[in-house]
């Protein structure tokens, strides 16, 4: 009997698009276990990606604690090629699939992707870099790449901040963002 509600329960949280921890994933590039979720179709890694490339990432303020923390910022160039083997960036569509998910926007969406522990994304405030390199918004705002360009200068991302929004919108190239990857099931 127990193992039947167990498993209702399940299929009733699966068939809601809900996720949940599926389990952990080790970067075999440099051995950093990172925690994953399912949403949808897609696993996503429910931490920002930590994986020091020769260029186009920085850690905030170029403090090593900070990327490890949390993660590096990436161009949208450098993002383009930074997953592991087997994972990719996200799309745009897989953002709006995320929100749709959560079945919301704004306030609730943020409550689901920052503080709320069961749905699973963990979102920190990991700040951005701008094309100048100057810092913005650590424990602030965080902004994750797509693979998707908008134009020549600007492609798409999520937006969290601390005022409780969550967006998708366009972000310059030039800019660094932090990036979750995510592996199709």
């Not at 979720?37 to 090593?64: P, V």
């Not at 949390?70 to 709006?96: H, I, M």
């Not at 602030?140 to 693979?147: A, P, Q």
């Not at 999520?158 to 199709?184: A, E, H, P, Q, W």
Request: hydrophobic share 35%; aromatic share 18%.
């Amino acid at each position: 009997m127990n193992r039947f509600i167990l498993f209702s329960v399940f299929l009733f949280l699966t068939s809601y698009g809900y996720s949940q921890q599926v389990g952990i994933f080790t970067d075999t590039r440099d051995n950093k276990t990172y925690k994953t979720i399912a949403i949808e179709k897609s696993i996503w890694m429910a931490e920002n990606l930590a994986y020091k490339t020769d260029n186009g990432c920085r850690a905030y303020e170029d403090i090593l604690s900070n990327g490890e923390k949390y993660g590096y910022l990436y161009s949208y160039e450098a993002a383009q090629n930074v997953c592991p083997d087997g994972w990719r960036l996200p799309t745009k569509d897989d953002f709006d699939i995320l929100l749709k998910t959560i079945g919301r926007r704004g306030r609730q969406a943020f409550d689901s992707l920052v503080i709320s522990k069961s749905f699973g994304f963990s979102a920190l405030f990991s700040g951005v870099f701008f094309s100048d390199y100057e810092f913005y918004g650590i424990h602030v705002t965080t902004m994750f790449w797509s693979s998707s360009s908008a134009n020549d200068k600007e492609a798409w991302a999520m937006g969290i901040d601390y005022i409780n929004t969550v967006t998708i919108g366009k972000g310059r190239k030039d800019f660094g963002y932090s990036v979750r990857c995510v592996l199709d099931k």
